[in-house]
């Protein structure tokens, strides 16, 4: 003890005499002078275990050890495993002080209260319990893995909290409304399968996420998910409802553009549904190089999806393209319905066309182009062209043969301003199928001699 030399020599004495009084010196029984007392050891099981200890397991210093005839330290507890055991509370808990895992499955509690004061808990799994109060789990901000499966769950507004959560199962519940995940922005794994979701927008949010499983889910419609898919960047393995498992959705819902390589895809799609069309009319197919573009005119506007690399691998090709009213198509009966427009290099190209409706352009370059059969429309573009909407044969000596044959269907060869000095070889016999001659915009009749 330190006396301050300011002190007068009265004040000294009295002070003096006090402390004499208490046991002299300096040292009397002042516990601030005594060490602290060790932590207590606690041994005795918490209340909601005691008979419980053969179903029940802890986890010290990363090992299993049994709760019968325990006499370890609670303090030291980091894990707790219950395997087929009923429980009414979980009494007494707050005496595992260390607790980060409890997995309390198939428990038959209805509210987990007592976990308030367990808040180093990262693991929650309550699994097949039928919670009716979700309170005290929104309050346990460090959890980074929660399973929540059928425990007869429905709002999920109070798990928007735990923004730690990396793994979240939400599967078999009674869900409609997952608007309170978008804020879960650290989730990696999301199970939502088994329930009742109508949409899932809010979910675009989640950037993080890796693995989501939606399958279950009667009242989804499989083009958000498509959507969902593309708005994360086809980088999620998303597990569908089997409705959804084939196809893939172009609608009025879809994103403005979008882009796939069925050859990088998880799931095997074999089917492209168009939706909200009128018909067959309303799709424009077109190819650019390898890759085949499909347009819908929707109510919201144009919508295209580009399949990379459709023509340098069939394996990699939808088999079917189902269209409203209309029904199931495959390719090349679509492609001969509809047409479809090709745009060729800027070199000298050598192009015949199918036997449906193509429409060619043939951009720069002194090209040969042969429509072949269908209504084909052909656009030369510049250079100096050789032209026909049926067929022509390149001799050895680079000369030009018309087919004597013919095609009952009307072709249209286009001319623009601009394009170079082009041949047309047709070979027509009726009035009803003679190839019609297209001038383009800026060239008007006293222009043509």
């Known amino acids: 003890m330190m006396f301050n030399p300011k002190l007068t020599a009265l004040s000294a004495a009295i002070l003096f005499s006090t402390l004499s009084a208490c046991g002299g010196g300096g040292g009397g029984n002042d516990d601030n002078d005594n060490p602290p007392a060790p932590r207590q050891q606690l041994t005795a099981l918490p209340a909601f275990l005691q008979g419980n200890e053969a179903n029940c397991s802890f986890v010290e210093s990363g090992n299993d050890v049994s709760l019968e005839a325990y006499s370890g330290n609670l303090n030291n507890v980091t894990g707790l495993t219950c395997n087929g055991v009923t429980l009414s509370d979980l009494n007494e808990i707050s005496l595992l002080t260390a607790l980060e895992t409890l997995n309390l499955e198939d428990a038959g509690l209805t509210n987990v209260n007592e976990l308030l004061n367990n808040s180093t808990l990262s693991e929650l799994d309550l699994s097949g319990n039928p919670l009716t109060d979700l309170a005290t789990i929104a309050s346990l901000l460090n959890l980074t893995a929660l399973d929540l499966d059928n425990t007869g769950l429905s709002d999920l507004t109070l798990l928007q909290s735990l923004t730690a959560l990396q793994q979240l199962n939400l599967a078999d519940n009674d869900i409609s409304n997952v608007t309170a995940l978008g804020n879960l922005m650290a989730l990696t794994s999301l199970d939502l399968s088994g329930n009742s979701i109508t949409e899932l927008t809010s979910l675009g949010a989640l950037t993080n996420l890796q693995t989501l499983d939606v399958s279950g889910n009667n009242s989804l419609a ?7 898919d593309n708005t994360l960047g086809g980088a999620v393995e998303i597990t569908v409802p089997s409705d959804c498992t084939t196809a893939l959705y172009l609608d009025n819902t879809s994103d403005a553009s979008q882009t796939l390589d069925l050859s990088m895809q998880a799931i095997a799609f074999d089917r492209l549904v168009i939706g909200d069309i009128q018909g067959r009319d309303d799709i424009v197919l077109f190819q650019s190089g390898n890759d085949l573009r499909v347009t819908a005119n929707t109510s919201a506007g144009e919508k295209q999806i580009t399949f990379s690399n459709w023509f340098s691998d069939e394996a990699y090709q939808l088999g079917e393209f189902e269209i409203g009213s209309e029904g199931v198509s495959r390719f090349d009966d679509l492609r001969a319905a509809v047409g479809l427009g090709l745009a060729l290099t800027d070199q000298d190209d050598t192009y015949s066309g199918s036997n449906g409706n193509d429409i060619i352009y043939g951009l720069d370059g002194n090209d040969i182009i042969a429509g ?11 250079g100096s062209d050789i032209l026909s909407g049926h067929k022509i ?9 018309r087919s004597v044959s013919y095609d009952s269907d ?14 047309i070889y047709e070979y027509e016999v009726t009035l009803s199928n003679r190839a019609l001659l297209q001038f383009g915009t800026g060239i008007a009749p006293a222009d043509i001699t």
């Open 393 to 401: 044969t390149i001799d050895d000596d680079s000369s030009v043969t």
């Open 410 to 423: 009307q072709d249209t060869i286009v001319f623009n301003l601009g394009d170079g000095n082009d041949i």
């Open 222 to 228: 499989c083009a958000d998910i498509n959507n969902l």
């Open 372 to 382: 072949e059969r269908g209504a084909d429309v052909i656009v030369g573009g510049s």
